[in-house]
């Protein structure tokens, strides 16, 4: 897991721009129907995890691309990137607001929004787990 992550690590920059790229590009078609699953009791829209999902790996790459050699990131860049993060989704559900046959939804922001969340805590605990490691092996 520790190459993984420092190979990683080289090459997140690259994947973030393509990931923020890909957001903004799909946030840009119109007219997207809605996918949901239809059960006898309610209707499970999978936007919203899709969202959760799409946010969760932003947040992960912004973390890893802005992390030093111990996979360490000091309060200052941590709340820089939380915030930034935080305001492209709300940003991104806006510009949507422009775009044909789409809307801006609370629902999506606050998909984005715990879709960041969920991917701090993982994120931290990856970084945990691979400085341990890291240590082990020295």
Known sequence: MLKLMIFLRTISRYLLIAWVLMIIILSSIP???????????VDIRLDHIMHFCEY???TFLAFLSFAGNEFKINYKKFILI??????????????QKLIPGR???IK??????????AAIIFT???FRSTVIRSKKYE
Do not use: Q, W, Y
């Open 31 to 41: 007219n997207i129907p809605t996918l949901k699953i239809h059960t006898a009791r």
């Open 108 to 117: 999506d922001v606050l998909s984005n929004i715990s879709g960041i969340l």
């Open 103 to 105: 809307s801006c939804n």
């Open 82 to 95: 939380t915030v930034s993060l935080v305001l492209f989704a709300v940003l991104d559900e806006l510009h």
């Open 56 to 58: 969760g790996v932003l």
């Open 124 to 126: 931290m605990l990856v």
